[in-house]
């Protein structure tokens, strides 16, 4: 602009002089006012005024601005050219820029000189921007008179520096560098750069920011590099200056060396700055990245940048503490949120960076991923990942990808996570959806620990957030109950109980969306139903007494409702809903009150409440024996659970003690009244009674009246009588007998006499008469065997923890009797084909089972009557019974449990008996408690016989025998197999039923499984001296010294039933050892306690261990146990628990060659004969046999030709039946087996193979093509075994497997080939040779699929064709590659069978179809004469077999 001025001719100086005489003398606008003139500067005749003036400025006195009377351009243009004409120019721009310095002597008037001037003219008339420029501004925009003024400004500012700011806020230095700010043209900007950064040198702090910021406005770009040098060498002199340099750093073009340099210098000081300065540093640090040092920069920065050493919880609160004892609360209150400001702000920073620079979130995602030990891991860390995964679109993916991994390896706990909220809260909480939606996606994973951290997620955030995320975390967490998934309904129930407790206030602003779940408890399991309601019933319960609370109204109104519905399932509800409720109320809280009398009164109140509640309940379940049996069952499981308060506890002891009594108890004299069909005396008494004393559970009558009465005859004497149903026996005692133990702290004298009683039953080993007996017989011996079968098992479970040895020897002989009445029960299923036991325990899980409407049709009619009480020791023996028996008036209904009759055929043997496995049972079965296992410690225990003074009269040993062990470790196994194994969580429809795969196992389902393995963790002692027992057995069973005599002794009985013991025992093992929850670090201690148990049977441990030589010590003490190994069973089982622990090893390559050694001698082992039948269990354990052999071996080929080269001809070699001698597993029934593994194995070893470079070394070639050659080989002896075995299963094998490895061969191999044929000519051809053989074969094989028209195997033939022509054309492109072109030609090649007949195409005739049925090949010279025999035309070296469809033209 100013240039284009400058060329004005000098004969446009009159045209000007008129105009600017003309302006002068026409009138002044409406915006001008007479008063002005009054304050017009004195013309005292300078050049610098008259100039002004001449121009369209006028100058003004005192705080009135300027005056431009003209458009600022015109106002340039004139002085420029009035300079420029001057007669005395150059002179006069010195005389002008002299006046100027004289009229800014006066402050005032350099400030209007510094201020915008007043326009004069409309804002119609102005041609150029809307706002006016400064005097000084407007004369920098001269270049003529840019260097003298910029000169006088920086001579002014020095005056002004140490000034303080003017009234009106103005500060000169400030306002008179503004001016030099976004100028038109810098005319020497070299030297205004050095007069800066004097200025900047010399002026106090605070004016050195404001004009360290300035630099970037004012400075042209030529000058960036010299100011970015001179900044850093102050960079380095002065710290305080850190901030406003590296905001004038990001604003300069800078060289990226230089600013890598910077860099470098300010991460050092990244750890010692302040808090405000954090967020501009680490602006300046992101912004300074590049592609190529992003992964450096992030990974420095992530180590250095430490949020937590600013804003420590415990520092903010120890300080404001301090302060408040000061009274300077207020003012570390304003600290605070100074510090939160700048966390929010430095968070704000990263996220803008993150959103716009996909180089930074990357990089921080591999910076993370980098780190493998936990403890490395900062809370910083994952709140990146959080807020990668909320801000950054293109990296959502991966950061919940490395996030899942990251969880799953153990890197992120609990801890961590608490430490990331509690640090981070305030920036988390504006991401707070993106946490909620993260945490949702976590729940739907399959893997525990995934949807515990999901869970985590939920909790926190409604821990550290606002009122409106916790409605949130609450509407989310009932979605996850509502959805189905069982595992998110588990974990989401458990994640709401937890929120009560943290916060019960803010949790029951939400309890309308809780009450919700409500609609949907017909399709929850029991355990979630018990969850709902103790939710509801915290919320309800956990506010002060006498203050309104809807919930509580709710809550009452629905167990009301659901109680008194017809609908068995709802009443069942009702049932849970209620008992939990009851429980939540009359819960011991132990609050110590200041007003006793207050706290008496509130007591008294919920007593009542809750005894009405109870008497509710009992009133609506006693018509239903099904009812009354889960009443007792869930109150039973609430005293367990919870202590209630000692007043409510007494009251329902009392009750329940009378009922059980005056129910099921009746004295041993008493002669059983009724017309029984068998004789009826007092059994399994476990002391000898006089007539005088003694007690018995009336089990026989009671039953039998049950069972004799049709359901539509009952008298009015019956309905008048009230009596219990024999069905809640043991529900009742179960009951009776936790009461008694809450009560006495667990001593259970008061009811010990019900552990030796007898029972009145008939005798109920049926002998010979079974055959004879009728059908109504034969079920009621039956459901009389089962009832008492539950009465023991309940009795075990009552008494298995008392500690004299007397009462242990008597739970000894109650559990031999439960052995048994296993076998009694056997014989009656046996030869009841239709028969259903009388239900053992009630659930919304058994309730699809079994019938209950008929018998509870039937005891709403029978049960009628009064109870009491008097003989308080057998109360609780004869609940246990009672349930049993109400069982087997279901068995006369239609419904049958599921699986029950396929047992029953299929368990038929040849001579037309059936063999029935009690384990179909488990649902009519009473659960056997965990502690019952407390008796593997027993060893020999003596019990005493006393005489009628109460004297010794003589001593029994009572020993825990195989049949006993077995009978406990069957069960604990089935514990162990459902709590530590469970099955991956499917989605299933909500409004459908769940599976049968947790009936029987209720009662452990409310018990964590932390504590199920801490209570076997206390087993592994006994457990390791039965299993060294039963080792010993079998050795000195086979151990060549033994006699004939002492062999023939042990029964084949026997033997079996060690073998099984040994087997459970592994099973026990290998379900606690395998069990993925040891990978969490908070049972890390669990692992270590069982391990150390291992440890120490092979030495004594001194001081502890570290947990990999804990396992090595363990893996060597179990190994130990293959010696004896009695079945095959036993051994897939000793090797599963092996690579159980080899997982928990940090090296577990040292064992792997151990425990590929033991798998051989397991597949080199004759077994007994059954074992090798077409049984499914063994086939599936072989198959897992040889995977663990084959994967675990140091040489797969090696070991593949050693079975296919030694014993496959064996097996060939052998008659029909026989095996291979050298491997007896291998027969023609497991044939498939070893090929399937085999050939699965082959291809899983050439795919891992990498794939040569020619970078490598000769060396390196030649020991892969020796490894791919020994591959070939062992893929030509498998795929050469179709022949012989030409099975379904073995084609499908050849077909699946071949074209993978011819996959593979492409992948891996021919890259090799590549670089390998000129060197290694021979062996290249000879390995193209050997795989061209087998392809001929593959290709036969797919004619055959063909001509046999077998749907299983042709949908695979299309892939093989293809892969087999993607190799033809990949060795001709090896072939061009290596100039050796001429060596590829192409021949046809018949299809043909497996036994090499051609396959006569339906158009041979014409000459044109043959080369449709023909398919491109290559052959070698070696196979030329082989070729020409068969019809085949002739080919070169190199060439190899082609597959083609049919329709294919080879010609092409």
Request: hydrophobic share 40%; net charge negative; glycine share 4%.
């Given at each position: 602009m100013v240039s284009k001025r400058s060329r004005l001719d000098s004969g446009d100086k009159e045209t000007l002089t008129e105009d600017a005489s003309k302006i002068m003398k026409q009138p002044l606008s409406k915006m001008a006012k007479k008063s002005h003139d009054s304050h017009e500067a004195e013309d005292n005749g300078s050049v610098f005024v008259r100039l002004l003036k001449a121009s369209g400025l006028t100058l003004k006195t005192g705080e009135n601005q300027n005056q431009l009377g003209v458009d600022q351009i015109i106002f340039q243009r004139k002085l420029f050219q009035a300079l420029r004409k001057h007669p005395s120019y150059p002179k006069v721009i010195e005389e002008f820029v002299n006046g100027l310095e004289s009229y800014t002597e006066d402050s005032d008037s350099l400030r209007n000189c510094l201020l915008p001037c007043e326009r004069l003219q409309d804002e119609e008339a102005s041609m150029g921007t809307f706002y006016s420029k400064s005097l000084i501004k407007l004369l920098l925009g001269i270049d003529v008179l840019?260097?003298?003024?910029?000169?006088?400004?920086?001579?002014?500012?020095?005056?002004?520096?140490?000034?303080?700011?003017?009234?009106?806020?103005?500060?000169?230095?400030?306002?008179?560098?503004?001016?030099?700010?976004?100028?038109?043209?810098?005319?020497?900007?070299?030297?205004?750069?050095?007069?800066?950064?004097?200025?900047i040198s010399v002026a106090p702090v605070n004016l050195q920011h404001d004009f360290i910021t300035s630099l970037p406005e004012i400075l042209g770009d030529s000058q960036h590099a010299n100011?970015?040098?001179?900044?850093?060498?102050?960079?380095?002199?002065?710290?305080?200056?850190?901030?406003?340099?590296?905001?004038?750093?990001?604003?300069?073009?800078?060289?990226?060396?230089?600013?890598?340099?910077?860099?470098?210098?300010?991460?050092?000081?990244?750890?010692?700055?302040?808090?405000?300065?954090?967020?501009?540093?680490?602006?300046?640090?992101?912004?300074?990245?590049?592609?190529?040092?992003?992964?450096?920069?992030?990974?420095?920065?992530?180590?250095?940048?430490?949020?937590?050493?600013?804003?420590?919880?415990?520092?903010?609160?120890?300080?404001?503490?301090?302060?408040?004892?000061?009274?300077?609360?207020?003012?570390?209150?304003?600290?605070?949120?100074?510090?939160?400001?700048?966390?929010?702000?430095?968070?704000?920073?990263?996220?803008?960076?993150?959103?716009?620079?996909?180089?930074?979130?990357?990089?921080?995602?591999?910076?993370?991923?980098?780190?493998?030990?936990?403890?490395?891991?900062?809370?910083?860390?994952?709140?990146?990942?959080?807020?990668?995964?909320?801000?950054?679109?293109?990296?959502?993916?991966?950061?919940?990808?490395?996030?899942?991994?990251?969880?799953?390896?153990?890197?992120?706990?609990?801890?961590?996570?608490?430490?990331?909220?509690?640090?981070?809260?305030?920036?988390?909480?504006?991401?707070?959806?993106?946490?909620?939606?993260?945490?949702?996606?976590?729940?739907?994973?399959?893997?525990?620990?995934?949807?515990?951290?999901?869970?985590?997620?939920?909790?926190?955030?409604?821990?550290?957030?606002?009122?409106?995320?916790?409605?949130?975390?609450?509407?989310?967490?009932?979605?996850?109950?509502?959805?189905?998934?069982?595992?998110?309904?588990?974990?989401?129930?458990?994640?709401?109980?937890?929120?009560?407790?943290?916060?019960?206030?803010?949790?029951?602003?939400?309890?309308?969306?809780?009450?919700?779940?409500?609609?949907?408890?017909?399709?929850?399991s029991p355990q979630q139903i018990r969850k709902i309601f103790c939710i509801l019933s915290t919320l309800a319960f956990s506010q002060r007494p006498g203050t309104s609370n809807h919930i509580q109204d709710d809550m009452h109104l629905v167990i009301r409702k659901q109680l008194s519905s017809t609908v068995f399932k709802y009443k069942l509800i009702g049932i849970i809903g209620a008992v939990t409720m009851a429980g939540i109320m009359a819960e011991d809280r132990?609050?110590?009150?200041?007003?006793?009398?207050?706290?008496?009164?509130?007591?008294?109140?919920?007593?009542?409440?809750?005894?009405?509640?109870?008497?509710?309940?009992?009133?609506?379940?006693?018509?239903?024996?099904?009812?009354?049996?889960?009443?007792?069952?869930?109150?039973?499981?609430?005293?367990?659970?919870?202590?209630?308060?000692?007043?409510?506890?007494?009251?329902?002891?009392?009750?329940?003690?009378?009922?059980?009594?005056?129910?099921?108890?009746?004295?041993?004299?008493?002669?059983?009244?009724?017309?029984?069909?068998?004789?009826?005396k007092p059994l399994y008494g476990l002391e000898e009674?006089?007539?005088?004393?003694?007690?018995?559970?009336?089990?026989?009558?009671?039953?039998?009246?049950?069972?004799?009465?049709?359901?539509?005859?009952?008298?009015?004497?019956?309905?008048?009588?009230?009596?219990?149903?024999?069905?809640?026996?043991?529900?009742?005692?179960?009951?009776?007998?936790?009461?008694?133990?809450?009560?006495?702290?667990?001593?259970?004298?008061?009811?010990?006499?019900?552990?030796?009683?007898?029972?009145?039953l008939p005798h109920l080993e049926p002998g010979e008469k079974l055959e004879s007996m009728s059908a109504k017989d034969r079920t009621l011996m039956c459901s009389l065997t089962f009832l008492t079968f539950n009465w023991f098992r309940e009795v075990v479970n009552a008494f298995c923890q008392q500690t004299s040895p007397e009462m242990k020897g008597k739970v000894l002989s109650r559990l031999k009797d439960l052995v048994e009445l296993q076998e009694i029960l056997e014989k009656?299923?046996?030869?009841?084909?239709?028969?259903?036991?009388?239900?053992?325990?009630?659930?919304?899980?058994?309730?699809?089972?079994?019938?209950?409407?008929?018998?509870?049709?039937?005891?709403?009619?029978?049960?009628?009557?009064?109870?009491?009480?008097?003989?308080?020791?057998?109360?609780?023996?004869?609940?246990?019974?009672?349930?049993?028996?109400?069982?087997?008036?279901?068995?006369?209904?239609?419904?049958?449990?599921?699986?029950?009759?396929?047992?029953?055929?299929?368990?038929?043997?040849?001579?037309?008996?059936?063999?029935?496995?009690?384990?179909?049972?488990?649902?009519?079965?009473?659960?056997?408690?965990?502690?019952?296992?407390?008796?593997?410690?027993?060893?020999?225990?003596?019990?005493?016989?006393?005489?009628?003074?109460?004297?010794?009269?003589?001593?029994?040993?009572?020993?825990?025998?195989?049949?006993?062990?077995?009978?406990?470790?069957?069960?604990?196994?089935?514990?162990?197999?459902?709590?530590?194994?469970?099955?991956?969580?499917?989605?299933?429809?909500?409004?459908?039923?769940?599976?049968?795969?947790?009936?029987?196992?209720?009662?452990?389902?409310?018990?964590?499984?932390?504590?199920?393995?801490?209570?076997?963790v206390q087993l592994l002692t006994p457990m390791c001296n039965h299993l060294e027992n039963i080792h010993n057995f079998f050795q000195c069973l086979g151990a060549e010294n033994v006699s004939v005599d002492d062999k023939e002794r042990v029964t084949a009985q026997e033997q079996h039933t060690m073998a099984s013991c040994y087997q459970k025992l592994l099973q026990v093992l290998h379900a606690l050892f395998a069990w993925k929850g040891f990978t969490h670090q908070s049972n890390h201690r669990l692992l270590h306690s069982a391990l150390e148990v291992l440890t120490g049977r092979l030495k004594p441990m001194e001081q502890e261990q570290p947990l990999e030589e804990l396992v090595s010590q363990s893996f060597n003490y179990l190994q130990n146990f293959h010696h004896s190994i009695p079945s095959f069973q036993c051994g897939i089982y000793l090797l599963r628990l092996l690579m159980a622990l080899l997982e928990k090893s940090a090296v577990p390559t040292k064992k792997k060659e151990k425990l590929a050694s033991l798998a051989k001698q397991l597949l080199c082992r004759a077994w007994p004969h059954g074992e090798k039948e077409k049984n499914p269990t063994f086939n599936d354990h072989l198959h897992d046999l040889l995977c663990i052999y084959l994967e675990h071996t140091d040489n797969v080929l090696k070991a593949i030709e050693e079975i296919t080269g030694v014993g496959v001809p064996e097996l060939v070699n052998a008659p029909k039946d026989a095996s291979s001698s050298t491997f007896p597993t291998l027969t023609r029934h497991t044939f498939v087996i070893f090929f399937r593994v085999m050939m699965a194995e082959l291809e899983k070893t050439v795919k891992g193979l990498q794939a040569g470079t020619a970078t490598d070394s000769q060396q390196v070639h030649e020991e892969k093509l020796l490894y791919w050659n020994m591959a070939v080989r062992d893929f030509s002896i498998l795929i050469n075994l179709m022949k012989v075995f030409d099975s379904y299963p073995v084609l499908h094998v050849c077909l699946k497997y071949g074209r993978r490895f011819v996959e593979a061969f492409l992948k891996q191999c021919m890259p090799l080939l590549d670089f390998s044929f000129r060197k290694h000519r021979e062996d290249v051809l000879s390995l193209l040779q050997t795989l061209q053989l087998n392809t001929r074969l593959l290709h036969h094989l797919c004619g055959h699929s063909k001509i046999h028209q077998d749907t299983r195997l042709t949908k695979h033939v299309p892939l093989l064709k293809k892969s087999l022509e993607l190799l033809v054309c990949r060795v001709k492109a090896m072939l061009v590659l290596n100039n050796c072109r001429e060596a590829f030609w192409l021949g046809t090649l018949k299809n043909r069978d497996l036994q090499g007949e051609e396959i006569i195409s339906q158009h041979s005739s014409s000459p044109e179809s043959t080369a449709e049925d023909s398919e491109d090949g290559m052959t070698s010279y070696v196979s030329r004469n082989r070729a020409t025999e068969d019809g085949e035309d002739e080919a070169t070296d190199g060439q190899k077999d082609q597959d083609s469809d049919e329709s294919d033209d080879s010609s092409s």
């Open positions: 840019q260097p003298a003024i910029i000169k006088m400004l920086f001579e002014k500012v020095p005056q002004f520096l140490f000034e303080s700011e003017s009234k009106d806020g103005i500060s000169m230095p400030r306002l008179i560098i503004s001016q030099l700010k976004w100028l038109d043209r810098i005319v020497d900007s070299k030297d205004l750069t050095a007069q800066m950064m004097q200025l100011v970015g040098k001179e900044l850093s060498e102050l960079l380095v002199q002065n710290t305080s200056l850190t901030v406003p340099i590296l905001d004038v750093f990001s604003s300069l073009r800078l060289d990226p060396n230089f600013l890598s340099e910077i860099r470098h210098l300010v991460m050092g000081k990244l750890s010692s700055v302040r808090l405000e300065d954090l967020p501009v540093i680490v602006k300046f640090i992101l912004h300074s990245v590049t592609d190529t040092t992003s992964l450096e920069v992030i990974a420095e920065l992530r180590e250095r940048l430490n949020v937590q050493h600013f804003i420590l919880p415990s520092r903010v609160q120890a300080s404001q503490s301090k302060l408040k004892s000061k009274g300077l609360a207020s003012s570390s209150g304003n600290q605070e949120n100074s510090d939160k400001d700048c966390i929010v702000l430095l968070f704000d920073v990263i996220k803008s960076a993150i959103r716009y620079e996909k180089t930074i979130s990357e990089a921080w995602i591999k910076a993370i991923e980098r780190i493998k030990s936990a403890a490395e891991h900062k809370a910083l860390d994952v709140a990146m990942l959080l807020i990668i995964y909320s801000t950054s679109t293109q990296t959502k993916k991966s950061a919940e990808k490395l996030l899942r991994n990251k969880i799953q390896s153990g890197c992120i706990q609990e801890q961590l996570l608490d430490s990331t909220f509690s640090t981070h809260d305030l920036v988390l909480k504006d991401i707070c959806p993106s946490i909620l939606l993260l945490a949702q996606t976590l729940f739907h994973s399959q893997d525990q620990r995934i949807i515990l951290f999901g869970s985590l997620l939920y909790k926190y955030a409604f821990k550290f957030f606002d009122a409106y995320c916790q409605q949130e975390v609450v509407g989310a967490l009932v979605t996850h109950v509502c959805s189905g998934n069982e595992a998110e309904v588990e974990t989401a129930l458990d994640v709401l109980l937890e929120l009560i407790v943290l916060n019960a206030s803010a949790m029951r602003l939400n309890a309308a969306f809780i009450k919700g779940i409500l609609d949907y408890l017909e399709n929850m132990s609050v110590s009150s200041n007003s006793t009398q207050k706290s008496a009164s509130v007591s008294s109140e919920q007593h009542t409440q809750v005894t009405s509640l109870l008497q509710l309940v009992h009133s609506c379940t006693e018509h239903s024996p099904w009812a009354s049996s889960l009443y007792y069952d869930e109150f039973a499981n609430l005293i367990q659970e919870r202590k209630l308060a000692p007043k409510t506890l007494e009251w329902v002891g009392q009750t329940i003690f009378n009922d059980f009594q005056d129910a099921f108890v009746v004295d041993f004299c008493a002669v059983p009244e009724g017309d029984f069909p068998f004789p009826v009674y006089s007539t005088q004393d003694g007690i018995v559970i009336n089990l026989l009558p009671l039953f039998y009246q049950e069972f004799a009465k049709d359901v539509s005859q009952v008298t009015s004497q019956e309905s008048s009588q009230r009596s219990m149903s024999s069905l809640c026996l043991a529900s009742h005692f179960r009951l009776l007998r936790l009461c008694v133990a809450r009560q006495h702290n667990g001593n259970l004298d008061e009811i010990d006499g019900l552990l030796d009683c007898p029972l009145f009656y299923l046996a030869v009841i084909p239709d028969y259903v036991p009388p239900f053992a325990s009630v659930d919304l899980d058994t309730l699809d089972m079994m019938p209950w409407s008929s018998s509870a049709v039937a005891a709403k009619n029978r049960n009628k009557g009064k109870t009491g009480g008097k003989k308080q020791k057998a109360d609780s023996s004869k609940a246990s019974c009672t349930d049993t028996l109400l069982t087997e008036d279901t068995s006369e209904c239609d419904v049958v449990p599921s699986g029950r009759n396929q047992v029953d055929k299929e368990s038929t043997g040849k001579e037309g008996k059936t063999f029935v496995s009690l384990q179909n049972y488990r649902a009519f079965f009473r659960e056997l408690d965990i502690e019952v296992f407390s008796i593997l410690h027993s060893g020999l225990v003596t019990k005493f016989i006393l005489d009628t003074e109460m004297h010794t009269e003589a001593t029994e040993v009572v020993q825990l025998g195989p049949a006993e062990l077995l009978f406990l470790l069957e069960d604990l196994s089935q514990k162990l197999e459902n709590m530590l194994t469970p099955s991956f969580a499917k989605r299933i429809c909500f409004f459908k039923n769940k599976g049968s795969r947790n009936i029987g196992f209720s009662h452990l389902h409310q018990r964590s499984v932390q504590d199920i393995v801490h209570c076997v």
